[in-house]
């Protein structure tokens, strides 16, 4: 999978919309017995929060998709060194908050242009 975050949210977005029951909250990843895993690449897993779902597309290097995640909820952060919190995850777990939620998330982040996602928003 591609490590740009446009392609990545798209098709989180594109699972979600399609297999609502693939998200979770709470935890990166939990087989069908509601196990909670913490490696999201597990063969077993059937769920996701978001940060799982992004860390199984991408094992190595997310750090610019967890950025415009960030950027996307309304964050201002100016680079991936100063990134040290990754509030999508937070948001994510928030009691209350939908697969619809996520899913419009995922499509903002899939539809900023370019120059937004990679320069902090003033």
Same mark, same amino acid.
């Given at each position: 999978m591609s490590n740009d975050p446009k392609t990545v949210a798209a098709d989180i977005a594109r699972e979600f919309r399609?297999?609502? &029951?693939?998200? !979770?909250q709470d935890y990166i990843c939990? +087989? =069908? +017995? @509601?196990?909670?895993?913490?490696?999201? !690449?597990?063969? +077993? =897993?059937?769920?996701?929060?978001? #940060? @799982? &779902?992004?860390?199984? #597309?991408?094992?190595? @290097? =997310? @750090?610019?998709?967890y950025l415009a995640f960030d950027r996307a909820l309304g964050h201002q952060i100016a680079s991936e060194a100063e990134h040290e919190t990754l509030h999508f995850v937070e948001w994510n777990d928030k009691p209350g #908050? !939908?697969? =619809?939620?996520v899913i419009e998330l995922c499509e903002r982040v899939a539809n900023t242009p370019a120059l937004e996602q990679t320069h902090a928003q003033t």
């Open positions: 399609e297999h609502p &029951a693939h998200w !979770t939990k +087989d =069908a +017995d @509601g196990e909670d895993w913490m490696d999201p !690449t597990n063969p +077993d =897993a059937v769920c996701w929060c978001l #940060r @799982g &779902a992004i860390d199984k #597309r991408v094992i190595h @290097g =997310a @750090g610019p998709i #908050r !939908t697969v =619809a939620e």
